[in-house]
């Protein structure tokens, strides 16, 4: 019986070495090795169990991508801009560089070009956003097995009852899927603070009216091991080398 093969690409995102984009285009220059053979035929299909290995060009271009924090305001949409509102990439600019960025990198032109949202925060919605030129750091945020939570701060509006908080905790299903476990707990009297592991488009508006709560203020403070602190609305930080999501 013959061995099912997967295209290499494929199997690059899979080990987390880059993301699918990415690995076509470090094939194409000839950048990537199977089992010490390069391979620059896209498309090219390997065993699921071979090794692969980047040259170090593929792994200095790696290197010199950055991951940005961005504080993001009301008013700025996560990725395209829509019906007249800007997208949050916008904002990176040496004039919003937090002044207390500790990362030691220099900011260049470059670093604002090519940068993809790792997750969606609404448009109504402050707080801790990434913005990534590393497929790598994308995959681990957002990918389809992703196991980094994300914190929020929610201000809320209502009356909840113990049955609700338990709901908003798990039992709540949205477009047709029951959601993963939450985390969710009184913050102080009118501030729910929840820790999820997915992100469905508004979810945390859509769990609240389920339990009849309106949410009036949301705001993300963490994203894994990864905190907003003290970062002011409207201003980015990149990711330093010693921070892990």
Excluded at 26 to 45: F, H, M, N, S
Aim: overall charge positive; aromatic content about 4%; some cysteine.
């Amino acid at each position: 019986m013959s061995e099912e093969t997967l295209r290499l690409s494929k199997l690059m995102s899979m080990r987390g070495l880059c993301s699918r984009r990415e690995a076509d285009v470090y094939i194409a220059r000839g950048w990537v090795r199977v089992d010490g053979v390069p391979v620059t035929e896209l498309g090219t299909k390997v065993s699921p169990h071979c090794r692969i290995d980047l040259m170090q060009q593929a792994q200095r271009e790696q290197n010199n991508r950055v991951t940005i924090l961005l504080n993001k305001p009301i008013g700025y949409v996560s990725a395209q801009a829509e019906d007249g509102y800007q997208p949050a990439s916008v904002l990176i600019t040496a004039g919003n560089h937090y002044p207390e960025d500790q990362s030691g990198i220099a900011f260049s032109n470059e670093h604002a070009h090519g940068l993809a949202p790792a997750g969606r925060l609404d448009i109504d919605s402050i707080g801790l956003l990434v913005l990534t030129q590393d497929g790598r750091i994308a995959k681990q945020l957002i990918g389809e097995n992703s196991a980094v939570d994300k914190e929020y701060l929610v201000r809320v509006e209502g009356q909840l009852s113990e049955k609700g908080l338990r709901l908003l905790n798990h039992g709540l299903s949205l477009d047709g899927a029951a959601l993963r476990p939450a985390q969710v707990s009184w913050q102080n009297q009118d501030q729910l603070r929840f820790v999820l592991r997915e992100g469905k488009k508004r979810q945390i508006r859509r769990m609240c009216e389920l339990v009849g709560l309106k949410v009036i203020g949301l705001k993300r403070i963490r994203i894994g091991n990864v905190l907003l602190g003290d970062l002011p609305i409207g201003q980015w930080r990149y990711l330093a080398d010693n921070e892990q999501f």
